[in-house]
């Protein structure tokens, strides 16, 4: 499928920052942040085909990916758009300086008003699981977590994410007995209507690569979300990008 890369930088899939060295942009569900076997539209190609028209720029354009977040996952995305912002971006996702928070609604009723997972995690082909002792192909996974508001035996959360693991935020919290709404392979009992996930990256903030201030973006939510008295205005951003795109 070719899609224009027109529909970035709109209200329902908007830009958020640009210069020369970065890009950050809206991430809509369904879509693969890159490339894969399947050979899907993917966002790095649609950000690329937007640089390339909006400037003018002749040849193949640089721009690398810095972070991952999941097919149906939606939020806040940063690129680099030069080698030097890529390395320098890199070096601190590694080393923890960059600030993840994400939203989720999960089934259950989770008590207390938050609190701090840490975990031994697995990875194994497209899952991850948690085992209860490290071993030689585990990784400690650390998250914060906040209760916003209970409905309809559902759980309204934002979640601090200390590390960056395969899966993190979904395996963690289904172990704990709270699959993200949407979340089959994690043990949710019904899709959300596009396969979506009801988990959000919702703030992301890092140091600007080159003139090292502080940079803070957060993504409002997609109409649609499954939560009582959300957004629900017309030019709020797209949740699933194929139902945006074939309109």
Known sequence: MNIDPGFINTPKWPVFYEDNHLLVVYKPSGLLIQGDCTGDVCLLELARQYIKIRYEKPGNVFLALVHRLDRPVAGVVVFARTSK?????????????VEKQYLAVVHGVVPGRGGDLVNNMERKGPTSRIVSAPTAKSQEARLSYRVLGFAENKTFLEIDLDTGRHHQIRAQLAYLGFPVMGDLRYGAPNPLPQKQLALFAHKLSFDHPTKQHRLNFTAPLPADWPWPGMNTDANAVVWDWKAFVQK
Request: no cysteine; glycine share 16%.
């Open 85 to 97: 912002a890529a390395s320098r971006l890199g070096r601190q996702f590694r080393t923890g300086r």
